[in-house]
């Protein structure tokens, strides 16, 4: 079982940056494959970027591609994501996710964390 906590987010004007964090719990953080994902309001949650196990393989929402790097530190039982440019239909609340295995569903959520992106 792993615990993830949520870190990082605010308020940020248009083109500015923000970095959120993940910290998970346990002593297996390696063997879990993490994602991040957000909702926006009257929205269904969506996927924004996911990184494998050794942090050497990432992919992106074509959405933030360019824009949103995810990297983790197995060491520190940390998962981040940079956003860079961000514009005001990024906001949203953005979630961490963890599973074992390279596909199929997340069955451990943070319990996110608010971005607001103002013009």
């Known amino acids: 079982q792993v615990q993830l906590v949520e870190s990082g987010g605010g308020l940020v004007q248009a083109g500015g940056s923000l970095r959120l964090s993940c910290a998970a719990s346990?002593?297996?953080?390696?063997?879990?494959?993490m994602g991040w994902f957000r909702q926006a309001p009257g929205k269904e949650r969506e996927f924004v970027a996911n990184i494998n196990w050794s942090g050497a393989n990432t992919y992106y929402a074509d959405s933030v591609k360019g824009r949103f790097t995810i990297s983790r530190d197995n060491a520190k039982n940390t998962v981040s994501l940079q956003m860079n440019s961000l514009k005001p239909e990024d906001t949203a609340v953005y979630y961490c996710a963890a599973r074992r295995g390279a596909v199929g569903v997340y069955p451990h959520w943070g319990q996110g964390t608010q971005v607001t992106v103002s013009s």
């Open positions: 346990g002593r297996t953080f390696s063997e879990y494959f």
